[in-house]
T-cell receptor, first 113, second 111 residues
Framework: DTAVSQTPKYLVTQMGNDKSIKCEQN?????MYWYKQDSKKFLKIMFS???????INETVPNRFSPKSPDKAHLNLHINSLELGDSAVYFC????????????FGSGTRLTVV | GNSVTQMEGPVTLSEEAFLTINCTYT??????LFWYVQYPGEGLQLLLK?????DKGSNKGFEATYRKETTSFHLEKGSVQVSDSAVYFC??????????FGKGTTLSVSS
């Protein structure tokens, strides 16, 4: 039973399209995150939600909009996709306390052509 | 701000060699420290962690000690295997912030 699951695993789409990535966790964690991993493997936080409330919103183009319908789900919607959006996007969840690690999903590889 | 710096890779070793991957951090307080591993085509898995100074995290033969005096959390393994080939990320976490990662170190082990 997957703890943090993301769909789709692969997404190939054309420039200008709008797409969504879904994430669900069954760990009962209060906080969920989106990270972007670029082609050099660098991981950067994009957003964080705690119990459906946005708590971290890094410098990300406003074409990216997270949505959390409940604390077990955090989706990422991207408008007007650009070539530079091509990356692997990881969802993660954690308990509130900072000394617990995060549990990551297996990633969504987005390719914009 | 807080940051994590780890040695540049790739690191290429023969099977049974000793591994060290250096990691240092900067923080305003005392963060929790982690090592994550990413196998090819997969997500990140927590390898080990330490939450306070002098704590040693260990798992699968890997270990790292939280050194406050040198702000370091170096990853070591006495004898690497081909199956250890992966990308290793050092990370730190402090209250009120998200987990931040170093740039990752690619380890390649050959038989």
């Amino acid at each position: 039973d997957t703890a943090v699951s993301q769909t789709p695993k692969y997404l190939v789409t054309q420039m200008g399209n709008d797409k969504s990535i879904k994430c669900e966790q069954n760990l009962g964690h209060d906080t969920m995150y989106w990270y972007k991993q670029d082609s050099k493997k660098f991981l950067k936080i994009m957003f964080s939600y705690n119990n459906k409330e946005l708590i971290i919103n890094e410098t990300v183009p406003n074409r990216f909009s997270p949505k959390s319908p409940d604390k077990a789900h955090l989706n990422l919607h991207i408008n007007s996709l650009e070539l530079g959006d091509s990356a692997v996007y990881f969802c993660a969840s954690s308990q509130e306390e900072e000394n617990y690690g995060y549990t990551f999903g297996s990633g969504t590889r987005l390719t914009v052509v | 701000g807080n940051s994590v710096t780890q040695m540049e890779g790739p690191v290429t070793l023969s099977e049974e060699a000793f591994l060290t991957i250096n990691c240092t951090y900067t923080a305003t307080g005392y963060p929790s420290l982690f090592w994550y591993v990413q196998y090819p085509g997969e997500g990140l898995q927590l390898l080990l962690k330490a939450t306070k100074a002098d704590d040693k995290g260990s798992n699968k033969g890997f270990e790292a000690t939280y050194r406050k005096e040198t702000t370091s959390f170096h990853l070591e393994k006495g004898s690497v295997q081909v199956s250890d080939s992966a990308v290793y990320f050092c990370a730190s976490n402090q209250a009120g912030t998200a987990l931040i990662f170093g740039k990752g170190t690619t380890l390649s082990v050959s038989s």
